[in-house]
């Protein structure tokens, strides 16, 4: 039974009596709602901030309803017979409101006239999303409409687009066939749209409304299109929110919205990123050859461009593109760069312009251009066959760029200012049209560069600026960890009336946070770039991991500032023993980098959790990653957080270098503004404070935060701490007292809150989808804080692919697991209390016949696929079957490949084969497909 509690003359309902701090968050937000100004509110993860952001603002606009309905009786008491056409059309338009709750009838322009706003809802990923949207049907305020926005990749189910591997293809192939109505799925939603089932649905999230558009076969991504029109709740991702090319796509109007950005740490990257960009040399040149395949049509198909339908694509309009194309490549490609190693070749924004003037590209014909290069797209999308069939990503490429560097909501100066433009070379991995060649000489994508162009935006005030010209009423920007928040308020430029830093719930015996300097063999814990290759050092570190899942219970989450750390530690561990014996105490998962392995592994994690016969489990993680974003590990899912190191980002990247040099600037005429290296620290320790907020989900929750790694005793690291968190940090120099301390807190937890330490019986709802493809230029944070070239970042995230050992592939032929399907390494306990041997071989282990199946997706180069057959093969195997490849490139004989190639590789090494689906021919690939299913090779959804 909901409680009312009224907060600024709105009654609010809350799901139970809600806590004096859910009050005040509440009150915020109200004060904020009525004030139609800007809010900036910070309160802990576990502190009910979703639940507290919806019901005070869908508590809100209920209000704002009545009173319309009030108004709209006065209206209709006031009227009579000889009212005025327009009084009589006003009112019958306010009638219609007596039964908003019943339908959802008012348009976007209706609840514009009537003063009517929209709830716009964002967040980072869709599982924020998702479990946002299930907190809304745990309330009182379920019966609000409420539309979620996904893209098509994640609401599309027409099975020929979906076919399609390449994603900006399938997005050309739906505007084609919605445009031509050859799409049945999308004609059918104005139809369906008045469907009882749809209308009477209030809230519908992307499952719901993918299992309703398969069963009343309309498009689930248009209905939501169509839904948001009358939702006074739309959920969507930050980018489709921040982005004007997105907004325009989905028909977004932020106009009388109240915005809210929930997980709000992540709002000034995201702004940087919606309004920055890439293009490569290779771009530019794939656009210039697609463009002459159009015009090769053009003289060998006369007449074929003199109907209307092709109008734009006469010859004297594409030679004009190709000469601007051609103009641009000899540009970007004559540009100096700096000689000296240690050297960026960067230059104010403003010389992006300069750039594209000189290739006769300007701001007044860059709409007729853009034109141009959208028909060209449709028109090569529509190439079912033939040597132009489904071509274009290069002009899509340059298009995005150039609406990217012609949008940006500013003055030239102000660009000039807050952007940089980049210019670096890079090795070519593979150009697609040639990449079955890596296979026969291997010096066809070596020695080969392309120049990158970046365009990087370091104000995230843009994006800011961008959301508040839309007209606006309200913004509201939330999260666990903001602080410190003026640095956050100055680079958003924002004018904030509204502030609340929250303290959390839970009392000093729910919490137990340690700073442990020292492992228990007295080595220094510290995860430096320097250090981290000391064997000591990880090796200590281990050991004091080991010492600890003997006293925590349950489910332990151990963070790493990054793949590579954590993989090295993993590593060595493997071969001490230290791997072995963490295992006797808890089943041990690594965190995967592909969606499906992801899912596989939380998952399996849980029901590790919930076994009663066993102690628990643990999973590794990275700083930054899946595991740390958004996802609930409440009560014995997450007992504690094991941080071992500072998650920096890397030193020498040049987009981090630059964002310093812009701050510092800033910072010496704005002293609000933080300095570079502030910044800098400031981004490790958001990182930590977002990987601390898995435990400590509830008032009645309770567990334990283990900061490994000395430089968290620094006063500044302790400052950017989570502002609730540190008046209960205690730094421990002696290693056994922090054991001692340990036992003591979770012996005396367990018995204060009881219904806490209970084993769950089921999981959370498993919903880890995270945000799909985003074209902004990234920061590498994977990547270390060390000096590392941005071509050895780039290795080291191809050859870490792997979260199982080579010296692990190498000894064991694998054990198929059933349960276990995605590639996960699942270390189990072992029975008796015999001794413990530093022998990887006397482990049990169960391998997949998978185990690098992330990498085997449609975007995996040919050039990569190799390169990781030379380091799982011996040299022989490896000659034999390119052998192999060969006489199938001349012979086209399936068979004598297929058998050629299961005889020669090993079983254990079977999973390999997979990767052939890139030249394996088309008509081939049922043969194909059904050998992996002989050899019992798990075939990936993406083949």
């Known amino acids: 039974m909901s409680v009312v509690t009224t907060i600024r003359g709105v009654p609010v309902e809350f799901p139970f009596q809600p806590y004096d ?87 976007a322009a209706g609840r514009e006239l009537l003063g009517l706003p929209t709830i716009i809802y964002a967040s980072r990923t869709h599982s924020q999303l998702s479990q946002a949207v299930q907190e809304l049907k745990r309330t009182a305020y379920n019966h609000m409409h409420c539309s979620v926005l996904g893209s098509r990749d994640q609401l599309c189910i027409h099975p020929e687009v979906l076919n399609e591997t390449d994603a900006s293809i399938r997005l050309q192939m739906c505007h084609l066939k919605v445009d031509t109505r050859a799409c049945h799925f999308n004609n ?36 939501t299109k169509e839904r948001k029109q009358h939702a006074d709740i739309i959920f969507t991702p930050y980018n489709y929110l921040l982005d004007p090319l997105c907004r325009k796509s989905l028909g977004l109007s932020l106009t009388n919205s109240v915005v809210i950005l929930d997980e709000g740490h992540n709002v000034e990257k995201v702004c940087e990123d919606s309004a920055s960009i890439e293009i490569r040399s290779t771009d530019v040149a794939l656009s210039i050859e697609e463009t002459a395949n159009i015009m090769k049509m053009i003289s060998e198909t006369p007449g074929m461009f003199s109907d209307p339908e092709h109008g734009d694509l006469d010859p004297e309009k594409l030679a004009s593109l190709k000469l601007m194309l051609h103009e641009f490549e000899k540009v970007l490609n004559n540009v100096p760069l700096q000689a000296a190693r240690d050297e960026i070749t960067n230059f104010p924004g403003d010389y992006i312009y300069d750039l594209l003037e000189k290739s006769m590209i300007t701001s007044s014909n860059f709409p007729a251009i853009a034109s141009l290069v959208e028909k060209m797209i449709q028109f090569l999308t529509a190439q079912g066959n033939g040597p132009f069939a489904r071509k274009g990503k290069g002009l899509l490429h340059f298009a995005d760029f150039l609406s990217i560097v012609f949008v940006p909501f500013g003055s030239k100066e102000m660009i000039k200012h807050s952007y940089k433009v980049h210019i670096r070379e890079e090795l070519i991995k593979g150009l697609e049209d040639k990449r079955a060649n890596a296979w026969f000489d291997k010096s066809s994508t070596n020695g080969k ?39 956050l308020i100055s680079e958003l430029g924002l004018d904030v009336k509204v502030r609340l830093e929250n303290p959390h719930i839970v009392s000093e015996k729910q919490i137990c946070v340690k700073i442990v300097p020292k492992g228990p063999d007295g080595e220094t814990l510290n995860s430096s770039y320097q250090n981290r290759d000391n064997p000591t050092y990880i090796s200590s570190l281990g050991r004091t991991i080991v010492n600890m899942t003997r006293i925590i219970p349950q489910g332990l989450l151990v963070f790493f500032p990054s793949y590579p750390i954590m993989y090295k530690c993993k590593a060595a561990w493997e071969q001490e023993g230290i791997w072995a014996t963490i295992s006797a105490h808890k089943t041990i998962f ?48 997450g007992r504690a957080v094991v941080i071992t ?21 800033c910072h010496s005429q704005d002293k609000e503004y933080l300095n570079g290296q502030s910044w800098y620290s400031l981004e490790a320790s958001r990182a930590v404070n977002q990987a601390i907020g898995r435990v400590i989900r509830h008032k009645n929750d309770f567990g334990a935060i283990l900061l490994l790694d000395e430089r968290f005793n620094n006063a500044l690291i302790k400052q950017q701490m989570s502002k609730w968190l540190q008046r209960h940090i205690k730094v421990i120099n002696r290693y056994g007292e922090v054991i001692r301390d340990l036992s003591q807190f979770f012996k005396n937890a367990q018995v204060e809150f009881p219904g806490s330490s209970m084993k769950p019986t089921q999981a959370p709802k498993a919903e880890f989808d995270i945000s799909k493809r985003y074209t902004g230029s990234n920061f590498n944070f994977s990547s270390t804080e060390s000096g590392s070239s941005s071509a050895s970042q780039a290795q080291n995230a191809t050859t870490s692919y792997s979260f199982i050992s080579e010296n692990l592939l190498n000894n ?71 052998l192999l490849l060969r006489e199938y490139s001349v012979e086209s004989n399936i068979e004598k490949l297929l058998e050629g190639a299961d005889k020669l590789i090993p079983q254990h090494l079977k999973f390999v084969l997979i990767g052939l689906s890139q030249v394996i021919k088309m008509s081939h690939q049922p043969f194909y497909l059904n050998f992996l299913k002989r050899i019992n090779v798990p075939i990936p959804e993406n083949l």
């Open 590 to 637: 690594v965190e995967p980098k592909q969606k499906e392995a992801f899912n596989a592994a939380m998952n399996g994690y849980y029901e590790k959790i919930r076994d009663p016969t066993l102690k628990g489990a643990m999973f590794m993680a990275v700083c930054r990653g899946k595991v740390s974003e958004g996802l609930d590990f409440a009560d014995a899912y």
């Open 449 to 487: 560069t392309q120049r990158v162009l970046s365009f990087w935006c370091f104000n995230p005030g843009f994006g800011m600026n961008a959301i508040a010209a839309q007209g606006i009423k309200s913004l509201i920007i939330t999260s666990g960890t903001l602080a410190p928040l003026k640095p």
């Open 21 to 107: 701090i859910q009050v005040d968050y509440m009150d915020k937000v109200i004060e904020c709602l009525e004030g139609e100004t800007t809010a900036v509110l910070e309160s802990p993860t576990g502190t009910g901030k979703t639940l507290s952001l919806l019901c005070s603002s869908l508590a809100w606009l209920q209000q704002k309803k009545s009173r319309l309905q009030a108004q709209r009786k006065v209206a209709e008491d006031n009227s009579d017979s000889s009212s005025n056409l327009q009084a009589s059309g006003s009112s019958q338009f306010l009638r219609g409101l007596s039964d908003i709750n019943k339908k959802a009838e008012i348009k």
């Open 812 to 882: 064991y032929t694998g054990i198929q697991s059933t349960d276990n399907p995605n590639g996960l390494v699942t270390i189990h306990k072992r029975e008796g209390k015999g001794k413990l041997v530093n022998n990887s071989k006397r482990r049990k282990i169960c391998l997949v016949s998978r185990p690098d199946n992330e990498n085997f997706d449609s975007k995996m180069s040919m050039a990569d696929y190799v390169k990781m057959l030379r380091s799982k093969l011996t040299k022989p195997i490896f000659e034999q079957f390119s």
């Open 188 to 223: 059918r939603v104005d139809i369906r749209k008045e469907d009882p089932e749809v209308c009477n649905t209030p809230i519908l999230d992307i499952e719901d409304m993918m299992k309703m558009g398969k069963k009343l076969t309309f498009c689930p991504y248009y209905m």
């Open 645 to 665: 190191g500072l998650p920096y980002p890397p030193l020498k990247d040049p987009r981090v270098i630059l964002k310093r040099k812009y701050l510092d600037v």
